[in-house]
T-cell receptor, first 112, second 110 residues
Framework: DTAVSQTPKYLVTQMGNDKSIKCEQN?????MYWYKQDSKKFLKIMFS???????INETVPNRFSPKSPDKAHLNLHINSLELGDSAVYFC???????????FGNGTRLTVT | RKEVEQDPGPFNVPEGATVAFNCTYS??????FFWYRQDCRKEPKLLMS???SGNEDGRFTAQLNRASQYISLLIRDSKLSDSATYLC???????????FGRGTSLIVHP
């Protein structure tokens, strides 16, 4: 009965590869997010999405793209992976904007 | 000035101590405020929301000062299990994006 689930938990891959991280929430929330937590532990917003609007952090490279097949899913696709993409990626959801976030348990991405 | 700023610490306190963290925010249109707790290698978890009138949950008290644009978290009677990173989150009225501070590390020792 996990509320927000991400897969995989660990992802090790080589530079230049393309990978995806999946996120699903069973809370019936309208809004989902992707955050990146770097080695300095700073959580930075990457994308915010509800079923009508995608808000992109303009500092995110366009190699990163969110894909939402339905309201309960927000997957993250990353093309041409770089060493600097190594981080922990957290998916989160909330009932609406202004509400607390519920986080998945994170995906630790290592690019070699 | 960063959108959300916190003293990274670490705050190193003995069990039973009272400790307080502050978090300042730059956007006066900010609407919602939260404190999260993050344990090492885990996801952030909601500790408490912060309301204009201040609110308390057991040993934890959160306050908001809109005039000075900061929120605070007070932990009384610290326990070893309180050791974690405490993250301040601010949601601005314009973007509605939850913005995190860098976190304040708390270490409670015996």
């Amino acid at each position: 009965d996990t509320a927000v689930s991400q897969t995989p938990k660990y992802l090790v891959t080589q530079m230049g590869n393309d990978k995806s991280i999946k996120c699903e929430q069973n809370l019936g929330h309208d809004t989902m997010y992707w955050y990146k937590q770097d080695s300095k532990k700073f959580l930075k917003i990457m994308f915010s999405y509800n079923n009508k609007e995608l808000i992109i952090n303009e500092t995110v490279p366009n190699r990163f793209s969110p894909k939402s097949p339905d309201k309960a899913h927000l997957n993250l696709h990353i093309n041409s992976l770089e060493l600097g993409d190594s981080a922990v990626y957290f998916c989160a959801s909330s009932p609406k904007y202004n509400s607390p976030l519920h986080f998945g348990n994170g995906t630790r991405l290592t690019v070699t | 000035r960063k959108e959300v700023e916190q003293d990274p610490g670490p705050f190193n306190v003995p069990e039973g101590a009272t400790v307080a963290f502050n978090c300042t925010y730059s956007n006066s249109a900010s609407q919602s405020f939260f404190w999260y707790r993050q344990d090492c290698r885990k996801e952030p978890k909601l500790l408490m929301s912060v309301y204009s009138s201040g609110n308390e949950d057991g040993r934890f008290t959160a306050q908001l000062n809109r005039a000075s644009q900061y929120i605070s978290l007070l932990i009384r009677d610290s326990k070893l299990s309180d050791s974690a990173t405490y993250l301040c989150v601010v949601v601005s009225g314009g973007s509605y994006i939850p913005t995190f501070g860098r976190g304040t590390s708390l270490i409670v020792h015996p």
